[in-house]
Structures are given as C-alpha cells and as structure tokens.
C-alpha cells in the first residue's frame, strides 16, 4: 500500500500545479487594455519585481549564514547533516511561491481592470483565476517538496520514521523563517507607502487616493503586491506546510509502536492531496450569469469553498477508516472539528468586521464624537472579538483530544498522544481546502491594484465602481481566510510544542507530557516571556511601519515642492523614488523581528532549560493568538466603518466624521496588515526554532 | 513567643491609624481659603459622597447576595461557616479604606489650593499630608482587620492554622470583589466625566479647562475623588491584604510539617507592621526649606519613599532570622527581590512614561504627522514596555524561588513549597512599605483637584502654575506606585495559584503541584480562556466609558443650549444633574465586569474541572500583566506628550500637534485610569474565587 499512498500525494502536487498553471494561461489570454493602463501596470511590476529581488537577496544572505551555524551543529553532532539542507529548501520553496503568486498578480491587475469594463463578473473571473494561481501554486509546491522530501528521505536515504520527520520540522522553520521576512518586509513595505501617500496626498494635498500626481502612488500599489500577495503566499505556505509536518510527526509519535507510524504520517499528507482534489472541483462552483449583482457574485464565491469543505469533510472519513483501520476512525472527529472551527472563526471575524452587522456599525457611529471615540471604540471591539474564537478554539481542542480517546477505549495507544495527535489533525482539517480559500483571498488585493490602474488611467467611473464592488468583496472573503490562518496557526503551534517535548523525550526519557508544570517556575517565567514577545513583536512591527511612513512622508512632500507643474499634471512625479524609499526601509527594518524571533528562544533555552522553553511557546501561542485576532479585527473593523462613512452614513465622504474614521483606519493599517499577520507565523517559527535546537538546549542550560 | 508576635502585629496596626489621625488633624487644621473655594469644595465634596452613598447601597446588595449563597453552600459543607462573615468584612474594610482616603482628599483640596497661595512647599505638606492619611489608613486598617480575624479565629475558635488562612483567604476575596467595584466604577466616573468635559468644553466650545462655565467640570472633579482616590483606597487595601494572607497561607502550607506553621504564617503580618514602623519614619524625611523648587520637590519625596525602603531591607534580616531560625535566614532574599523588583518596575515605568526621556519625547514628536502617527506611536511604546517588567519579574521569581532552597540544603523542607513561599514574600516585601509610597501617591490627585478649584475660584495664576507643578510631579510618584501595584498583582497571584493548589490537594492528595502540566488539554484550554479574560475585561470597561461619556456629551451640549447666559458667566450650569448621569452611568457599567470576574471562574471550573482552572489562572496572570503594563505606559506616555508640548515644544498649546496628542491622551485615559488598574485586582478576585469555591468544584465537573 505505501507507495500507492506516496504516489497518490505526488498525483495531488501535481495535479494543483498544473491546475494553477491553466489558470495562469487563463489570466494572461485576457486583454490588458490602453496603452496607458499597459504602462502603469509595468510600472507596478517592475517596482515589484526590483523589491523582491532585493529582499530574496538579503534572506538569502541570512539563509546562507543559518546554513554554515547549522552545518557547524551539525559538526558536533547536535543536528543531522539533513537539517542544514531542509532549512534551505524550506525557505526556498515559500519564497518561490510567494513570488509565483505575486507575479501573475501583477500581470492580472490591468486585466482584471480592463475586464471590469464590460462587467463586474468578467471581472471576478480574471482576478479570481489569479487568486487561483496563488491558491494551487502554494498548496501544490508545499505537497511537492512534502512528498520529494519524503521520498528521499524513506527510499534513498533508509531513515526511519522519526528521522524523516525531524528533518522534515527542519524544513517546516526555513518555510517559516522565510514567511517572517516576507510578510514584516512586504507588510511595513505597503504599509509605508499607504499611509505615506494617504497623509500627505488626501489630507495635506487634498488630491483623491490613487491619483496619478502623488509620487507615492506607485509604491502604494507596488506594496499591495509585496506585501498583501507574495507575503500572503508565503505565509500561507508556511501554514500548510506546517500543519503537515506537525501532524505527520505526531501520528510517528502516536502510531509507531502500533506498526502504525507511516500510515499516520501519511494521512495529513494524503489528506492535502485529497483537498486539493476537492479545492478544483469547488472552483468550477465559482460561477454566476453574465449580470450577477454583488451579493450573487459573494454567494458564487462561498458556493466554491462551502462546497469543497463540504466534499473534504465527506472524503476524510474513509480516508481514515481505510487507512488506519476501523478502530482508529474517530480520529475523523478531529478533522471534522478543525474544519468546523475554521468556518466559525470566519465567521466571528466577519461578524466583528463587516459593516453589514452591528459591531461595525456602532463602531462607525463612534465618529459622530471624533477620532478619540472611535479609536477607543475600535480597540474595545477587537479585544472583545477574542472571547468567541477562544471558545471555538477551545472547544475544538476538546473534541479533538477527547473524542478519538473516548471512542477508541480498550486500544492499545497511548490517549495523549493519540489526543495531540487529533489536535494536529484539526489543524490539517482547517487548511485542507486552502487551494481555494486562498483563491478566494487572493483575489482581493488584485481586484484592489485594478482599481488604482483604473483610477490612474482615468477610466470612466463605472470601472472603479466595479473594482470597488470586487474589493469590497475581497474584504469579506479575507476575514474568513484569516479565520483558517488564525485557528490553524493556534492548532498547529500546540502540535508543534508537543512534538518538542517529543524530541526533548527522546534525548532525556524522564522528560515527558506531564512534566511541565505551570507550578515549575521556569515554566512560568518561561510563560511570561512567551507571552510578551507577540507584544513586543508587535510593537517593533508597528513602530517600523511608522519610521517607514515618515521617510515616505518627507518624500512626498519634497517632491511636490520641487518638481514644477506636478499638481497640475504637466510633470510627472518620481515614482521610482518612492518605490526605492520604501524598499529601503522595509528591508532595513524587517531584519530585528526576524531576528528577534530566532535568537530568543535559544536564549531562553540556555537559560531557563526545556522547562522554560515548553512555557515559553504555551505563553507565546496563547497572547499571540489573542493579539493577532485583536489586531486584526480592530484593523478590520476601522477599515470598513471608513468605508461604511463613505458609503453615504455619518456625514459621507469628507464629513469631520469621515476624518475620524480615516484616522481610526490608519491606525488600523499597520495592525491588520502588519503586524497582526506576522504574529501568526512568529508563534510557530519560536516552536520551529527550539526543535531544532533542542539538543543545543538538553546539553547547555543554566536552570532546570 | 507567640502572643507578642500577635501584640506587636496589633501595635503596628493601631499605629499606623494613629498616624492617619494626627495627619488628618494636620490636614483640617489649614485654611479653607475664599468664601468661593469653600463653596467649591463643598460642591464637590458633597457629589463625592453622594456618589460613594450611591455605589455602596448597590454593592451592600451584592454582598448580600453573595452572603446568601456563601451560607447555603456553607450549610452543604462546601464551605466553614467562616467564610460568608470573612467575605463581608473584607468587603466592608475595602470599602471604609476608599470611603476614609476619599473624605480627606475632599478636605484637602480647597486647603492645598488655599496653601499654593503661600508656597510650593505649603501646598505639598498640605497634599502629602492628606495623602499620607489615606496612605496609613489602608496600612493600619488592613493590618488591623487580620489581626482581629487572626486573633478571633486562633484564639476564640482555636482553628488551626491551615482554617485561619481559609478563612482569611474569604477575607481577600471580599477585599477583592469591593476594590474591582471601586475601581471599575470609580474609573469610570472619573474618565466619562473628563472626556465628556473635554470633548463639549475644549474642543467644541472652545472654553479652557476647570473652567467654571462647563456644566460638567464638579463632575470632572468628583471623578479624581471617586475614582483615582476612594477606587485607588479600595485597590491598594486589597492588594495590601491579598499579599499578606497569600503569603500567610504559603507560609503554613512550607513549613506546618516542621512544626513552625505558626512562626511562617506570622512573618509576612510582621514585616507589614515593621514596614509600618519604617514609613511613618519615612514621612519625617519630606520635608524641604521654604524656597524649593520642583526637582527638590521631588527628591523630598524620593528621599521618604527610599529611606523606609531601606530601612525595611535592613530590619527584615534580623526579622527573619528571629523568627524562623538560622536555617531559613536566606529567604530573607526573597524579600529583597521583592523589594528591589518593585522599585525597578517603577523606574521602568517612569522610563517609558516621562517626558524627561528619549520615548515620551519621540512620542510628542510623532504628533508633527497628526494623531494617527501618536496613537500607532503610544500603542507601539506601551507594548514594547512590557519587556523590561517582564524581565524584572523573571529574576526575581527566579531568585525567590530557588535562593532560599539552594541556599537551605539539607534542611528537611519541601523545596517547591519553599519556593512558593519566597515568591508570596517577594510581593509582601515590595509592599511593605506601603503607607508610604501610597501617600506620595495619592497626593497627586487631591494636587489635581486643588488645581481645579484655583482655576474655578479664579485664584492668581501663579497659584495654578504651583498646582501644576504638583501634580506633574503626582505623576511620576503615579508611576513608581503603579510599578508596585502591577509587580505585587502579579506576584500575589502566582502565590494565590498556589493556594488553589494546596486547597485541591487537602481535598483530594494525588493532586500536586506538578499535576498542572501545559499539555494537559485542560490547562491548556484554561490557559487560552484565562488568557482571554484580561483582554475582554478591557474591552468592556473602554466600552463603558465610552457610553457613559457620551451621555455626559449629550447633558453638556443641552445645557449650552438650554441655559440662558451660561456663556458669558451669567448663569450657573447644573452642576449637580452632571454629576448625577456620571453616577449613574458608571453604577450600570460597573457591575457586568464584575460579574464576569466572578462567575467565569466557576463556570471554568464546573466544565474544565480544577486542571481548567489553574490553567485560566496562570493564562490570565500573564496576559493581565501584560496588558495592565501595555495599558498604564500607553496611557502615561499619551499624558505626557501632551503635557510637553503644552509646555511649548512642537507648536505648543493650540496648534494642530497639540490637537494631535490631546486625542492620544483622550484614548489614553480609559486605559491608565479605567482598565489598566482594574486588571490588577481581577486577576488576584479570579484566583480568590477560585479558592472559595474549589470545593463546589472537586464535587462538580464536567471535565477531568
């Protein structure tokens, strides 16, 4: 049976890359429209194109340094020689897919504008068949390395079980590590450049936004791409490779001494391949006539992804039935769990964001009485908006650990491994379909570059209406991605902790599950560092965006006092200057989170031992949860009473209640899209980091 | 040995309230000043008390209720019969605490603007003598109520000592549910007043501040009183107590099987009444010539707080030496952790929120690109501020745990228990000079208000140029109190973890400290829950504020209109109708926060079963810290950006900048004054509540 299950997985990969590439060849059939809409376009994507060779040359710098420490460990047998090279490729594979995503972005832009000029579905199709490509590349490259490294390491190299899943966590930290830099570098990048161009453009200049005058425009939609597309894709790679990876190393734990421990490697790799297949059938879903109004072209939308999670909830039982055998079946709870809670995360998020419901309006309300309400308002609804997924999370868990234990009674398997072996599981389940959530994600930043094509080469109004509507709807489909990239990064980071006392246990048997103690005080002082560092993070993230911000600012500025006939149109501004700016100082700046996330649970280990390790991920996993979902939805929520005032409520467009919320946006921008996003990965990368250096960690340490 | 243990336990305390009184008689014995400030005063004394009236009828009926079912659970043997009269006067002794403070800062006011006329130095002994009663009222009454319960309960019901913690452990859950309710509603009085005054009166009327025409300005005043003196009372009491019965509580637990029960439970009660001793010898070294300047000022102050530190470092050796034999000496270390821990916090805290260094002025700075950049750049500043607390708690958790076991090997003790104990001590040892700190702290807002009447008496500028002094100098004495206030929390509830702990352990023995392991999916879903509860409380309170504020908006606004000749000085504003919305807006708000604080716990506890509940308290300690340090240094750094450009830098008072950071300090407001010091007392009620219904829990569980 095993190379049948190995070839299936290999099928999947493929399978989804070629699928993204006929989406590909789909996009770029389409018409790119005037000349004037071609050469903004290329502008973007050279712009796009010169930041992610600068910043691929900077990680390469700091893979290239990670590789000769790793290989010195490695030396001193601390590390197998494998971890050296699956750091690398880890890395690799996620900076490829966020550069493939971002690529056909920026070909899609001015053809997704230029198709919003015969209508809005035309529209949905070209961007979304870009989403398409970004959504299958990330889950067909991850498959693909999953199952060539899987490959090597079985057939070429003989390495048993547990070591093919060591190495495989290894490659897990070089996608996460790259997916750091790519979302802070891309997320301060836009960031900067948005409210760079929004302060000195809309509230100093009083030009309209994306106009064709402010010198930072460009930088604005260059950084949609950097940031919200390639470190999407990266980020996203991260998730799912993660989520593999962990569960795979579990099941080995759980499933070994049954005979068992391939088989329940394979399943969460199996179970990606089967989503995939799932994910392209829901894609073919996504269709409505040739006059469909918004909210039809949303109900298409969710028909896709609703249908696919419906089909992966269907598939997985006889998955797991047929390969792990009947007794083991109510390990089908876990994903079915996982997969719930990651469709009602979305919807606690949308609720909480979406101004057709009432947090959202009450919040735009809050301007009648200025910035302050509203900054005050949109704070209290984020942090409130954390109790429900808790509870979703929470509830999740149980089902996930308890029930496969439960029904399972009298089998001959340990019940916490077993129960954590579930919790990775659900995990699993959540990112099943990411092919298409990822599609339907995706597709909004470009539906958003459309709209500043359009409204730079002064296309009639009715297309910006229409790339409006589509970004609009981007809006919503994102809340409920970011609903699957919260909960699994929560789900995942617990697989991960555990399979790090699994390796502390395999160099020091004491050491085991019921060892950490909240009580030890190296757990709990490790508990109260984990807990600060998304604080910290997020901190650093958001002042960077500030430091950026100004650099653009003064700019800005300086361009409009010296380039003469600009605001009247007759010159054209430097937007390569702007581009540059930016670049330069996202890259300078993304360099100490990064850093930041890699040494510090090193230092921790050497100084409070395992203990203070194992504390220190439950500290981070648990604030860093709570923080992303609070960022975000905070961020959200301004976003959309901004735009819920434009809309006509409240004074409308310009009104001083229109002003308030413009700031409550702003504040918004660096949380939702920054910082907020990154910790998501900061949490697993901490955990990623400490497996690799555990035995680093087993072998020196002050305390414990 | 024992009986002159407890006598000089009861000498402290009697102390201490002699003390209060002679202050007190020294506050009274100043001249009230003008027929105008005298009537000023009397306004807002007498809304003060109606508002304390107000909100003590409607927590008496909570104590009643709670009382009821103490006693039904008591009469089920879920509890002694201790515990229902232990939790009301603990509620009651809380509540006079607050009730005393706030009388004679009501007292005080008129007399310390009346002061300034003469001097600076006046005006400070005048403040800090006020501040100094409520200071040794909380000291002497805290000290005063353990002493009769411990006397009541081991001489009069002979209990032995694991009953007398018990039941004084009820006696801090009472403390605890009265000082949330103080300063949940007194916070937000103070703050829907103050931003309802400001937001009607500065911005939109163009009227300066206190000034006599804007309807809400008694309101404003009232608050400092209600919130910022009688909650402040009510809180530090708690935390006061709290640290004492914990550490009492630890103390039996290390060392009954040594037959020194008695001795460890008394140390803690001892080094508050010799910490009493110290500060009432610290007052006599404020003192400065006639002719001071601010800086001198403050090194008054500093030299009074620092020698009753020092003196305490050096008597609690001897103390510990005596008490506990030579064996135990070294967890005089613990003690000093504390001590230094608490000292380093405040400086932490000054560091981040002082316009004297480098973040508060790049904060000020950061208003030249408008008030989004100031509230991302204070947001930014208050999560970054969290490292170097958290750091600072480390250590000294690490040196309070493991000092006194390496150091005492050998000896025949439980090393964890005496570990705990060093941590319980470590918080007894940062407030035992309480009385002291509390009254260079407390000052600050009877300077505030004594500002208010010069301004509304229309007293000579100089005289509200001295106020200001004084209450910018209330500021940093703010800071390093709040240091204190925070550190004490978190160490107080890690001691009170313990408890729990011990409590689950009598009633059921395989349950022990290491029984708590993060793994543990119920620790961990507690973990995520108790994580959680921080942030949801914050939201609420903010929320509460906001609502309660724009009810004020809404009264001011009508009485502009309403009100013939208000405007040019010719009418009275209805002061009093002010008043009464804050009251009666912040006595609705007060109670849902409260309620959750309680009930969450049980609810916990009933699904999750003890395992959940350790786990939610550990998760809520973090984050509450966490968040508690975020909050306050956001909210002191916002302040006093604006108070530095008030006093000319970037613009100055009315320019756009000024504009700028007066939104920053409108949102700071709920969050240093609302939420941030409310987190303190809840993650302490959690722990409490957790401890008195821990056998409710033991029987019924869903979970575990």
Same mark, same amino acid.
């Given at each position: 049976m095993?190379k049948?299950?190995?070839?299936?997985?290999?099928?999947?990969?493929?399978?989804?890359l070629l699928?993204?590439?006929?989406m590909?060849?789909?996009?770029?059939?389409?018409?790119?429209?005037?000349?004037k809409?071609k050469?903004?376009?290329?502008?973007?994507?050279?712009?796009?194109n010169?930041?992610?060779?600068?910043q691929?040359?900077?990680v390469?710098?700091f893979f290239?340094?990670?590789?000769?420490?790793?290989?010195?460990?490695?030396a001193?047998?601390?590390?197998?020689?494998?971890?050296?090279?699956?750091?690398?490729?880890?890395g690799f594979f996620?900076?490829?897919?966020?550069?493939?995503?971002?690529?056909?972005?920026?070909f899609a832009n001015d053809?997704t504008?230029n198709?919003?000029?015969?209508?809005l579905?035309?529209?949905?199709r070209?961007a979304?068949?870009?989403?398409?490509?970004?959504?299958?590349t990330?889950?067909?490259?991850?498959?693909?390395d999953i199952s060539?490294?899987?490959?090597?390491?079985?057939?070429?190299?003989?390495?048993d079980?547990?070591?093919?899943?060591?190495?495989?966590l290894?490659?897990g930290?070089?996608?996460s590590?790259m997916?750091?830099?790519?979302?802070?570098?891309?997320?301060?990048?836009?960031k900067?450049a948005d409210v760079?161009?929004?302060?000195?453009?809309?509230?100093e200049?009083?030009?309209?936004?994306? &106009?064709?005058?402010?010198?930072?425009v460009?930088a604005?939609?260059?950084?949609d791409?950097?940031?919200?597309v390639a470190?999407?894709?990266?980020?996203?790679?991260?998730s799912?490779v993660?989520?593999?990876?962990?569960?795979?190393?579990?099941?080995?734990?759980?499933?070994n001494?049954?005979g068992?421990?391939?088989?329940a490697?394979?399943i969460?790799?199996i179970?990606a391949?089967?989503?995939?297949?799932?994910?392209?059938?829901?894609?073919?879903?996504?269709?409505?006539g040739?006059?469909a109004?918004?909210?039809?072209?949303?109900?298409?939308?969710?028909?896709?992804t609703?249908?696919?999670?419906i089909?992966i909830?269907?598939a997985?039982f006889?998955?797991?039935?047929f390969?792990?055998?009947s007794?083991y079946?109510?390990?089908?709870?876990a994903v079915l769990?996982?997969l719930?809670?990651?469709v009602?995360?979305?919807?606690?998020t949308e609720?909480?964001?979406?101004?057709?419901y009432?947090?959202t309006?009450?919040?735009a309300?809050?301007?009648?009485?200025?910035?302050?309400?509203?900054?005050?308002g949109?704070?209290?609804?984020g942090?409130?908006s954390?109790a429900?997924?808790?509870?979703?999370i929470?509830?999740?868990v149980?089902?996930?650990f308890?029930v496969?234990?439960?029904?399972?009674?009298?089998?001959?398997?340990?019940s916490?491994?077993l129960?954590l072996?579930?919790?990775a599981?659900a995990?699993?389940?959540?990112?099943?379909?990411?092919?298409?959530t990822l599609a339907?994600?995706?597709?909004?930043p470009?539906?958003?570059?459309?709209?500043?094509?359009a409204?730079?080469s002064?296309l009639?109004?009715?297309?910006?209406?229409?790339?409006d509507?589509l970004?609009?709807?981007?809006n919503?489909?994102?809340?409920?991605?970011?609903?699957?990239?919260?909960?699994?990064?929560?789900l995942?980071?617990?697989a991960?902790i555990?399979s790090?006392?699994?390796?502390?246990?395999?160099m020091?048997n004491?050491?085991?599950?019921?060892?950490?103690s909240v009580?030890?005080?190296?757990?709990l002082?490790?508990l109260?560092?984990g807990?600060?560092?998304p604080?910290?993070?997020?901190?650093?993230?958001?002042?960077a965006?500030?430091?950026?911000?100004?650099?653009?600012v003064?700019e800005?500025r300086s361009?409009?006092k010296?380039i003469?006939?600009?605001?009247?149109?007759k010159?054209?501004p &430097?937007?390569?200057?702007?581009v540059?700016?930016c670049?330069?100082s996202s890259?300078?700046e993304?360099?100490?989170?990064t850093i930041i996330?890699?040494?510090?649970?090193?230092?921790?280990?050497?100084?409070?031992?395992?203990?203070?390790v194992v504390?220190?991920l439950?500290?981070?996993?648990?604030?860093?949860?709570?923080?992303a979902?609070?960022?975000s939805?905070?961020g959200?929520?301004?976003d959309?009473?901004?735009?819920?005032?434009?809309?006509?409520?409240?004074?409308g467009?310009g009104?001083d209640?229109?002003?308030?919320?413009?700031?409550?946006?702003?504040v918004?921008?660096?949380?939702? &899209?920054?910082s907020?996003?990154s910790i998501n990965?900061?949490?697993?990368?901490?955990?990623?980091?400490?497996i690799?250096?555990?035995?680093?960690?087993v072998?020196?340490h002050?305390f414990g």
């Amino acid at each position: 049976m095993e190379k049948y299950l190995v070839i299936f997985i290999f099928v999947g990969a493929v399978l989804a890359l070629l699928f993204a590439v006929i989406m590909a060849k789909r996009v770029l059939s389409f018409d790119e429209g005037t000349e004037k809409m071609k050469k903004i376009s290329r502008s973007i994507r050279s712009g796009a194109n010169a930041y992610l060779k600068r910043q691929y040359t900077i990680v390469a710098a700091f893979f290239a340094g990670m590789f000769v420490i790793l290989c010195v460990m490695a030396a001193f047998g601390l590390l197998t020689w494998f971890v050296p090279f699956a750091f690398v490729t880890g890395g690799f594979f996620s900076g490829l897919s966020g550069f493939v995503g971002m690529k056909i972005a920026t070909f899609a832009n001015d053809r997704t504008a230029n198709a919003c000029r015969t209508g809005l579905n035309k529209g949905l199709r070209v961007a979304f068949s870009a989403g398409s490509v970004m959504g299958f590349t990330v889950v067909g490259l991850g498959l693909l390395d999953i199952s060539i490294w899987f490959t090597l390491l079985k057939y070429v190299f003989n390495q048993d079980a547990a070591g093919i899943t060591s190495a495989m966590l290894t490659f897990g930290m070089g996608a996460s590590s790259m997916a750091l830099f790519a979302r802070v570098g891309g997320g301060i990048f836009t960031k900067a450049a948005d409210v760079g161009a929004d302060l000195v453009g809309k509230v100093e200049a009083g030009i309209p936004e994306d &106009d064709p005058r402010n010198p930072a425009v460009i930088a604005d939609n260059v950084g949609d791409n950097v940031g919200d597309v390639a470190g999407m894709g990266a980020d996203l790679y991260e998730s799912y490779v993660g989520s593999v990876i962990s569960c795979s190393a579990l099941g080995v734990a759980a499933f070994n001494s049954q005979g068992m421990g391939f088989q329940a490697m394979a399943i969460p790799m199996i179970m990606a391949a089967l989503g995939i297949v799932c994910s392209i059938i829901g894609t073919f879903f996504v269709r409505t006539g040739e006059k469909a109004e918004q909210k039809l072209l949303l109900k298409a939308l969710s028909r896709g992804t609703n249908f696919s999670a419906i089909l992966i909830a269907v598939a997985a039982f006889p998955l797991i039935w047929f390969i792990l055998g009947s007794s083991y079946y109510p390990l089908y709870f876990a994903v079915l769990a996982g997969l719930v809670a990651g469709v009602l995360i979305g919807k606690s998020t949308e609720y909480f964001t979406s101004d057709s419901y009432k947090p959202t309006k009450k919040l735009a309300e809050k301007s009648e009485t200025g910035s302050a309400t509203i900054i005050i308002g949109g704070l209290g609804l984020g942090m409130l908006s954390t109790a429900l997924p808790i509870v979703i999370i929470g509830i999740a868990v149980l089902i996930a650990f308890f029930v496969p234990s439960w029904l399972t009674q009298g089998a001959d398997i340990n019940s916490t491994q077993l129960g954590l072996y579930g919790i990775a599981l659900a995990a699993v389940g959540m990112l099943s379909t990411l092919g298409i959530t990822l599609a339907t994600d995706a597709y909004g930043p470009v539906a958003d570059n459309a709209g500043g094509i359009a409204e730079m080469s002064g296309l009639e109004p009715e297309v910006r209406e229409r790339t409006d509507a589509l970004d609009s709807l981007g809006n919503t489909t994102a809340a409920t991605g970011k609903g699957f990239a919260i909960g699994s990064a929560a789900l995942t980071a617990l697989a991960l902790i555990a399979s790090y006392i699994d390796k502390i246990h395999g160099m020091d048997n004491t050491v085991t599950y019921d060892s950490f103690s909240v009580m030890n005080p190296l757990v709990l002082i490790g508990l109260f560092i984990g807990a600060c560092l998304p604080f910290v993070f997020a901190a650093l993230t958001m002042e960077a965006v500030g430091r950026a911000a100004q650099s653009v600012v003064i700019e800005v500025r300086s361009q409009f006092k010296k380039i003469k006939g600009l605001m009247e149109g007759k010159a054209d501004p &430097d937007y390569a200057k702007c581009v540059d700016m930016c670049s330069r100082s996202s890259l300078k700046e993304m360099i100490l989170p990064t850093i930041i996330a890699i040494v510090v649970p090193i230092v921790v280990g050497l100084i409070l031992g395992f203990y203070g390790v194992v504390g220190m991920l439950a500290g981070a996993t648990a604030s860093g949860f709570l923080l992303a979902i609070f960022m975000s939805n905070s961020g959200g929520a301004w976003d959309n009473a901004k735009k819920y005032i434009e809309a006509g409520h409240h004074g409308g467009k310009g009104s001083d209640q229109h002003k308030a919320a413009v700031v409550g946006d702003t504040v918004g921008d660096p949380f939702k &899209d920054t910082s907020g996003p990154s910790i998501n990965i900061l949490i697993k990368l901490l955990s990623m980091v400490s497996i690799v250096f555990a035995a680093l960690v087993v072998n020196f340490h002050l305390f414990g």
